[in-house]
């Protein structure tokens, strides 16, 4: 298979990392939200000397991070143009998919009778909870229950998801994944139907000790067209899911998943694969950004892990080859400082890396997050059977 500049692409979604002045903001409640940009006030300055060598600093304003006058990538700010703020829509727009109908919500009613009834009777367990909370809250809220009766726990939240958190002391992880497959069918359901369902294992023995496993899993909708993955794997190339990509896409036109604990875990089996040989994408999603410190509204923790990622980060692009480009982006955004628990809509911010990169560009504010999937078909040459335009030609190798 022959590829225009660059062998191997590693795509890392930094989950949730918005940059803020989304034109469009107003329209989800979300005027003034900016994840880094509050996370660097909330922490007196942001300490993440790669990413600010790479262009940060140049794609707004942010405490600690400085504007470099000669950055080492290319760097872009990228504008959503589906109409929602959740992880399906960011990742589905990245590779080609835009959505005009937004994912349906539960958010203000819970889910109905009929299904959860029909849930009920379906898996031999009752419910409890069905409403919008936070994945710790409810634990809280219900943990002890769960251990004295055997009801499962589901709740949603402003995302299109049905969530359902299990004891693993009490409900073994295979029939966890069996309910969620059996909500996930009846979930198919038009005037039901949601984006994903979610196992959330968990452990402890009472209030303020429970606490989630890295066992989870999403039982996600097909995308409902062919993505630029397809054209990579039937293209036989390499498309290497790293964390909850895979679910995030179904496994369609995955070639190898691999799972990840935390984001940490998630950076480690980065930088280990760097050091094999593929032809292709590796594709990662670190998702503690968003499900351990966004919706939890931790600012200095958030904080904290975009600075620790940022030290793993020097030792990728340490191991990457000179025919090797990174990507770094974000899905949507969390904005840890603001109101409610929900995702924020933002911009998003786009950093191309290679070390043999010719010139560096800032590129300013670009439509639609498929410029990204659109610029890593136009390198392997195969269809992009979707929107977004390649940013190629910006992103060139010395020869």
Known sequence: MSYKEYKRVFLIVCDSMGIGNAEDAAKFGDEGANTIGHIAQAKNGLYVENMEGLGLGNLGDFMGIHKVPHQLGTTAALREVSNGKDTMTGHWEMMGLKIDKPFQTFTDTGFPDEFIKLFEEKTGRKCVGNYAESGTVILDKFGEHQL?????????????VFQIAANEEIIPLDELYKACEIARELLMKAEWKVGRVIARPFVGHKKGEFKRTPHRHDYALKPFGRTVLNSLKDNGLDVVGVGKIPDIFVNEGITEGIHTDDNTDGMMKTIELAKKEQEGLIFVNLVDFDAVYG???NAIGYGDAIELFDK?????????????????????????TWKGTDHTREHVPLLMYSKSLAHP????????????GATIADNFN????????????????TR
Request: charged share 30%.
């Open 148 to 160: 004295e009766t055997g009801d499962w726990i589901v709740y949603t939240s402003a995302d299109s």
């Open 295 to 297: 919706h939890r509204r």
């Open 312 to 336: 793993q980060l020097d030792e990728l692009m340490r191991n990457m080859h000179d025919d090797d480009l990174l990507m770094i982006t974000a899905d949507h955004g969390n904005d840890p």
């Open 361 to 372: 560009e800032k590129l300013g504010i670009l439509d639609s997050y498929a410029v990204i």
């Open 382 to 397: 195969v269809e992009n059977p979707g929107i977004g335009y390649s940013l190629l030609d910006k992103v060139v190798r």
